[in-house]
């Protein structure tokens, strides 16, 4: 870790936080990393997910009970929870060189949080999931509205230090995907794919930051498959992989599309290929994210008709519904400290909302680019049951080359998606400069 990026962010942070504060009449924000979640009539948790306002600030995703007190001008204090347990292992209280820029307190039980937090806690913010513990603490301000919006809209410009861990995560799940692919090409099921996957990065499924998309053939029409077959289809025909990987709670959230043969879906992927480059060089300072959404299903009507799977001109294949019916999602989304991060439809700090259009209610992101955003951009094509039945049902049906469609119909469907940072010159692709070049 670049330990004055680091520095930086805390300062950026800091003063953010100071801004919000003086704004809202508040002396400070507590921070709770969470606590774990008990399955029903269980005695066991479920794998613990930190509070990402926790994250944003340390990198520390593994340790419920912990909390941060921040009042914008001092250190941050961490307050590091280290039991005495003799059944789960105890995490040890970092002494890493990030440790420099904030204060740690050793929490040994649960409840003497308590005792810890400053006197005149009614003046202070609680940011985190149980109310019922800050309420039992005595917080009157629980996640405040505004603050909560202040934060998630300025969390979507990043920092040198957030820009260094998003580039990190690309590389450890390209190591992945470079795996996978040729996994792929062995033969592997979905299963061996995702167990190449994990091996090259060393970590388990629950290290993920979303689970694995592994399909083969047809399920790769199934947009959020995350189901794993054990047994190798009789002919792998292709393969699409959604997989990432996250760096101190900063995510990748990459895919690929790749066809066994050199064939006609091969050249369909290539065509999706140039076509999610044209989209990157249309991606600037200034841009509405939406119109480059729109600009996709232009660049893929002429897709559709130049691969014989629609006929007609582009607005024809678009006003009649055929785009959206092999593109049924959004161009993409913006990435941080969650996959899908927050305040993609956020238009000041305030939290001005602006909707998606109703046209495109998949779509996660309608802010314009800025310096310094972080986005996926994951165009696709689908050949999706239920959408092309519906199709059949309307005017557009005279517009789909329905041979074609059976055709392609083994092969499930494409998305290529990359992460990038927006930068003076246009966007930097963190993916394939991390290597996933096709
Ligand atoms: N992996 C989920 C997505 O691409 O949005
Ligand atoms: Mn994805
Ligand atoms: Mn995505």
């Not at 269980?42 to 593994?62: E, G, R, T």
């Not at 014989?308 to 959004?330: C, E, K, N, Q, S």
């Not at 989304?333 to 495109?360: C, I, K, N, W, Y």
Request: glycine residues 6%; proline residues 4%.
């Amino acid at each position: 870790m670049n330990s004055e990026h680091y520095q930086n962010h805390i300062k950026a942070l800091n003063h953010r936080a100071q801004d919000i504060l003086a704004k809202e009449g508040l002396q400070g924000l507590v921070i709770h990393s969470g606590q774990p979640r008990r399955q029903f009539l269980d005695d066991m948790d479920y794998p613990f997910k930190v509070n990402p306002h926790f994250k944003a600030w340390v990198p520390v995703i593994n340790n419920p009970n912990s909390w941060l007190i921040i009042n914008g001008v001092d250190k941050p204090v961490l307050v590091f929870y280290c039991p005495v347990d003799f059944w789960h292992k105890v995490n040890e209280v970092p002494t890493d060189e990030w440790t420099q820029s904030i204060d740690i307190k050793v929490l040994t039980k649960v409840d003497a949080i308590a005792e810890l937090l400053p006197n005149n806690i009614q003046d202070w913010a609680y940011i985190g999931e149980h109310i019922d513990v800050a309420d039992a603490l005595g917080f009157s301000h629980k996640n405040p509205n505004a603050v909560m919006n202040y934060l998630h809209y300025h969390r979507s410009v990043k920092t040198p230090y957030e820009l260094d861990c998003l580039r990190a995560a690309n590389q450890l799940a390209v190591q992945g995907h470079h795996a996978a692919k040729s996994a792929f090409f062995d033969g592997g099921s979905e299963y061996a794919i995702q167990q190449a996957y994990l091996q090259a990065l060393g970590q388990s499924e629950n290290d993920m930051p979303y689970g694995n998309i592994i399909a083969l053939n047809r399920n790769c029409a199934i947009l959020h498959y995350t189901d794993l077959a054990y047994r190798a289809p009789n002919k792998s025909l292709s393969f699409l992989i959604d997989a990432g990987a996250q760096i101190n709670g900063y995510a990748a959230d990459i895919t690929r599309t790749y066809s066994f043969d050199h064939n006609d879906f091969f050249n369909l992927i290539q065509a999706m290929d140039k076509l999610q480059a044209k989209v990157m060089a249309a991606m600037k300072v200034g841009v509405r994210y939406l119109d480059l959404h729109l600009m996709t299903h232009r660049l893929l009507a002429q897709v559709l008709i130049d691969h014989h799977i629609a006929m007609g001109d582009i607005d024809t294949l678009i006003d009649l519904g055929v785009t959206r019916t092999f593109f049924p999602h959004g161009l993409g989304h913006m990435l941080g400290l969650q996959v899908h991060d927050v305040a993609g439809f956020m238009h000041d700090e305030r939290g001005t909302h602006v909707a998606a259009p109703a046209s495109d209610p998949f779509l996660r992101c309608t802010r314009t680019l800025e310096l310094n955003q972080v986005l996926t951009v994951e165009p696709g094509l689908y050949f999706i049951d239920s959408l092309l039945a519906q199709l059949a049902t309307t005017a557009a049906k005279h517009h789909v080359n329905w041979a074609q469609v059976a055709a392609f119909k083994p092969y499930g469907g494409i998305r290529i998606e990359d992460n990038v940072i927006i930068q003076p010159f246009g966007v930097e692709n963190m993916t394939r400069e991390s290597g996933l070049i096709d």
